[in-house]
């Protein structure tokens, strides 16, 4: 897919086969997203039919282990906030460390309460961090950089870490970090560039400021309507494609969804069985 001034990361499949793969499309130069190519008059040489996958985005980034990192648990809904744990309390991994409403703060991982942000009774907004905690081992702490922040469809809760000169494909919960994201110009606030840990598994052998890369599993949607991202031509949430319809050419205007690199869901424009051509709009002419 041609993003306007958009990155693109490779999918990587989270286990033991870890796998990062920083590969940009070859052969696409970047236009405008606002520009609308005319139809060519020449046929494709190469179409697809627009299908239905199961599609996973993953984010890779690069980080740092750290030792006993301190994270942020989340409000699971909207509601009153009950206090299991008071600070200074000690947890076990999925021990429940409080309730917002009729929803359970479950821990990812054995710790410490350090502080709570709401009193008990106060009403919380869900995905609101609730809840500080100490992790008891080490987790590899990334910022996701703003160019690429447009990828986290949804706060990412799992990931696989790959740790340079130490274990690879490692699964671990990924939660918020408690520390307050930097802009771009290293202040705060600002365009925040979210920070995350990855809790590593209690017996994981390393040390605190190796350099790791972090897969981060950002969005999932099941039995999705995809296309290869080489055929559209857009920007982060919207696009155009070449809807071949017997010997005529339609540039179409689509809606996007998310994607794992190699392809993209589409959520409006086109339908499962339309034909559309292999390369994006404005391209095809210029192909040999």
Known sequence: MM????PIVRSVTLGASFILAFLPLTGC?????????????????????????????????SGQTVSQPVVA??????????????????????????????????????????????SEGARAMIDVPIVSIRYD?????????????????????????????GPAGLSCPVVPSNQIPAG??????????PIFVCLLPADTRTMAGL????????GAAPAALVVPVEAVLGSASTGTVTRVIGEQLKIVDVSLGISDGAMVEITA????????????????????
Request: glycine letters at 12%.
């Open 137 to 165: 081992g080490f987790g590899v702490q990334a910022q996701v950089p703003a160019t690429v922040a447009y990828r986290i469809y949804s706060s990412p809760t799992a990931g696989a870490v790959s740790i340079e000169g």
């Open 73 to 118: 648990l989340r409000a699971p809904a909207d509601g009153a906030v009950h206090i299991e744990l008071s600070d200074g309390a000690r947890f076990v991994e999925g021990q429940v460390v409080g309730t917002v409403g009729d929803m359970s703060i479950v821990a990812p991982a054995s710790g410490e309460v350090i502080s709570w942000s709401a």
């Open 184 to 193: 771009v110009d290293g202040t705060d606030g600002g365009d925040l560039q």
């Open 269 to 288: 424009g086109l339908a499962e069985g339309d034909i559309i051509a292999a390369t994006a709009p404005g391209l095809m002419d210029r192909m040999p």
């Open 3 to 6: 993003m306007t001034e958009r």
């Open 211 to 218: 350099p790791a890369k972090v897969g981060l599993q950002t």
């Open 29 to 61: 130069s970047v236009m405008p997203a606002d520009v609308t190519p005319g139809p060519s008059s020449a046929q494709p040489s190469a179409t697809i039919t627009v299908g239905r996958r199961d599609l996973t985005s993953v984010l890779v980034v």
